[in-house]
């Protein structure tokens, strides 16, 4: 027996899409196609019968690409629609190769599902011997076979009460193996390995012992057993068989041999090894060979076709489409092309086909299905469009500041949209359009663009642009016109740029009580600059200016725009007298003017009073002593105003009404009441005190209050405190208050000296008397009130005792 092999061969494989076609009479010879990705079938139109392997692969290979190779990834779509029993691409030995590895296309083999006991190995056939003998024996059988040697083994015979003949014949021919060391003993028989091990031998013990046996004379050995059981047993050793005959009770043998002609002849098989064997997939998807040249059903793939297909020289009316030529033998193409609900159909034996007479801007589909053995293959789609007819009589309808309104005729043939293309001097983009009228927005005031404009089908076909030129959008407004309105005889006026581009600038001016944009003249003044001045005009008049950009070269005007421009009435020349409680104005003028307006404000309170006059002089009255006041007379004529002429001063200022001063250690405290006319009023006061002793004066402090503190004075000291108000430059009579300050008292003793010549002067009282008067008189003068002082005559007895205390 030989071990056989089939080995699982791994490799790479691109895998590529395939259609499966099963080729058999119950499809009424109509192959059937099965796509691999989807499972979907397809008539190939074949008419055939059985076939052998060979004829099998050879029409495979002619109208397809092979015989079905079978993986682990088409398995279940081939299976599901198995209906007989079909050959495959499987051959046993394919171009020298190692037996049921490759498959007839080349690819390795790495699925397998073989049924059971298949493939057959090419196994050495059991001899059996064929004997004839004197006595008759029955037939021969073999007693070496190994299908369950057990050592030391044996088997009970049943009490007979016949005697049994057996007849043995040999020599027995055993199969040949090789030896172990020139196999695994993975390799050898699963069941030998077992039986060896059982035996306990080795496998070259087993080969000797085969050898040995091999070369025994043939016998017929006839064995008579009473009815007392016996137990007969065959033992293996090294040297041969042993047999062991034990009696249990008596036992009486008897061997006779005889010599008989015997012929040997291969054991028979269901099953035959087959040499050129082909694999057929049975019809439950399991495998199975058979000799290739029966004739069976069989299954051809087909690599799915995906050529190139190509469109060029798309015209308004023509195409030329273009394919390549898949493998086989292709015998024409069907080319069909369909265009709005219409098909129509076409054969061609060459690669490419010109389509004519097209409609403008329609889409066209073709399909180019290659012909292969009277089959149509996969289609090759390509989908194009005609270029839609250019467009005609291209115009513009009007512009604004950012929009163009364009028109044109409508294109022959079908499209999808138009497009305009907008170049300006620093942009470009695009537009759609449905309509053959179409406004362009988002554009720049005052630019110069081109447009292009073409017709468009399917986003990307495009017929020849049509474009017009030197389009200009109307410039912008001006922006943040003005006028300055500040002279009599002049007008001036100013504006920022417009939005957008420009060229220039166009204005006119006229005397008009109603400014309108319908007064504005063409007929302007045309200007680079962004201001004017205009001389020699009327004072306190109206004036209307109209003010617009333009571009193309000073060509095209925008929208004007327009604002009132005055000159105004002279200033009058103002005096003013101040008095404690009025003020009177005066003034003059040099022009036109119907009244005046006056204006009194206090600077400081906001007392406001307003007049008009005609006159060129007025007096303000019942006014607050000491308060800032502002006069302002302007010049109307009709709603015109000429600039305020304004002075301002204050009136004469009156002494505050009363002054208090107070003491608090060395603190005074300075409190006045506001002069009497000036109640209400903001009045500044300037307080002052000083020491006539010390010859100090405190700074003066301006003030709004009507009291006021200084601290840190000097002790015992007689303050003045003088409060006055102040206007401007000008200030009020002084009102004075006197206080003293809380004094910190030390005593000074003097002692005089007395010397007189005569007897007790100096102890008489009007003596001491005389002296004290003229000691308080010299300290009056020095010290006045000025100071805290006191003088007293103290006993010297007391200061004698005060100081021994």
Not at 209 to 214: K, R
Not at 274 to 295: P, Q, R
Not at 383 to 404: A, C, G, H, Q, R
Request: with cysteine; glycine share 4%; hydrophobic share 30%.
């Amino acid at each position: 027996m030989k071990t056989l092999w089939l080995p699982l061969l791994l490799s790479s494989i691109i895998w590529a899409e395939e259609d499966y076609f099963f080729i058999s009479p119950d499809a009424a010879w109509n192959g059937t196609g099965l796509n691999q990705s989807n499972g979907t079938l397809n008539d190939t139109g074949l008419n055939r019968y059985n076939t052998t392997w060979d004829e099998a692969r050879n029409h495979c290979q002619a109208c397809y690409k092979e015989l079905a190779t079978i993986n682990s990834k088409n398995i279940h779509l081939i299976v599901q629609n198995l209906s007989l029993d079909y050959w495959t691409g499987l051959r046993r030995s394919y171009n020298g190769t190692i037996p049921w590895s490759r498959w007839s296309n080349g690819d390795p083999v790495t699925y397998q599902n073989w049924y059971p006991g298949h493939p057959l190995p090419n196994k050495v056939k059991k001899m059996i011997p064929i004997c004839s003998s004197t006595t008759q024996s029955p037939l021969s059988t073999l007693i070496t076979t190994m299908a369950t040697p057990v050592t030391n083994a044996s088997t009970e015979i049943p009490t007979q009460t016949t005697t049994q003949t057996s007849t043995v014949s040999s020599p027995v021919t055993f199969p040949q193996f090789s030896t172990l060391s020139e196999t695994n003993n993975t390799d050898v028989c699963p069941i030998l390995y077992n039986v060896l091990e059982c035996l306990n031998m080795t496998y070259e013990e087993l080969e000797r012992t085969v050898h040995e046996y091999s070369s025994v004379t043939p016998k017929t050995t006839t064995y008579s057993t009473t009815t007392n059981p016996t137990t007969f047993s065959t033992i293996f050793t090294t040297t041969g068989y042993e047999t062991q005959n034990t009696t249990m009770n008596s036992t009486t043998t008897t061997e006779s041999t005889t010599a008989s002609n015997c012929i040997f002849e291969p054991e028979p098989d269901t099953e035959v090894y087959i040499e050129d064997a082909c694999v057929v997939l049975l019809s439950f998807g399991m495998w199975k060979e058979k000799h290739c040249n029966e004739t069976l059903p069989f299954i051809c793939y087909d690599n799915q076709f995906y050529g190139q297909i190509e469109v060029s020289d798309v015209t308004t009316s023509a195409g030329n489409v273009s394919w390549s030529t898949p493998p086989g033998n292709i015998t024409h193409y069907k080319v069909e092309i369909t265009w709005n609900q219409t098909k129509q159909t076409y054969n061609e034996t060459n690669q490419y086909k010109q389509l004519l007479d097209l409609t403008p801007g329609n889409l066209y589909e073709v399909q180019v299905f290659p012909v292969k053995c009277g089959r149509d293959l996969k289609p090759q789609n390509i989908s194009f469009y005609t270029k839609p007819s250019d467009i005609e009589n291209l115009t513009v309808v009007s512009m604004t500041t950012d929009t163009v309104s364009l028109s044109w005729s409508k294109s022959k043939g079908d499209r999808d949209v138009y497009s305009v293309h907008i170049r300006g001097m620093n942009s470009e983009n695009d537009q759609a359009c449905e309509s053959e009228e179409c406004t362009i927005t988002g554009l720049t005031p005052g630019n110069n663009y081109t447009f292009t404009v073409t017709a468009i089908v399917n986003n990307t076909t495009r017929s020849a642009p049509v474009n017009i030129s030197d389009v200009y959008t109307r410039p912008s407004v001006v922006l943040n016109l003005k006028s300055a309105d500040k002279d009599s005889t002049v007008i001036t006026a100013s504006w920022t740029k417009p939005i957008g581009h420009h060229s220039g600038y166009k204005y006119y001016l006229y005397n008009s009580s109603d400014c309108a944009t319908s007064n504005c003249s063409t007929n302007g003044t045309i200007t680079t600059d962004t201001f004017i001045k205009v001389e020699n005009k009327t004072d306190g008049t109206k004036y209307c200016l109209c003010v617009a950009a333009l571009t193309n070269n000073n060509t095209l005007s925008g929208e004007m725009v327009v604002i009132p421009a005055y000159t105004k009435p002279k200033t009058v020349t103002l005096s003013l007298k101040f008095y404690s409680n009025s003020i009177t104005a005066t003034w003059t003028i040099d022009g036109n003017y119907e009244k005046f307006n006056l204006t009194i404000q206090g600077v400081t309170d906001n007392l406001m009073d307003t007049k008009t006059i005609t006159d060129k002089t007025c007096t303000f009255k019942d006014l607050k002593p000491g308060v800032q006041y502002k006069v302002s007379v302007v010049t109307i004529n009709g709603i015109l105003e000429s600039d305020p002429a304004e002075e301002s001063n204050y009136t004469t200022p009156t002494e505050p009404e009363w002054v208090k001063a107070t003491s608090n250690g060395t603190t005074i405290q300075v409190t006045w009441g506001p002069p009497k006319d000036s109640a209400g009023a903001t009045i500044n006061y300037s307080v002052t005190c000083a020491s006539a002793f010390w010859g100090e004066n405190t700074t003066a402090i301006d003030t709004t209050s009507t009291k006021h503190t200084f601290p840190n004075l000097k002790s015992g000291t007689r303050y003045t405190c003088y409060v006055h108000v102040v206007a401007g430059s000008l200030t009020s009579k002084t009102v004075t208050a006197h206080a003293d300050t809380e004094p910190k008292k030390k005593t000074l003793t003097l002692t005089m000296l007395c010397s007189s010549a005569t007897p007790l002067h100096c102890e008489n009282s009007t003596t001491q008397n005389e002296l004290f008067r003229k000691l308080n008189n010299t300290f009056t003068a020095k010290f006045n009130d000025d100071v805290h002082w006191k003088l007293k005559w103290v006993d010297r007895n007391v200061i004698k005792s005060l100081k021994q205390n």
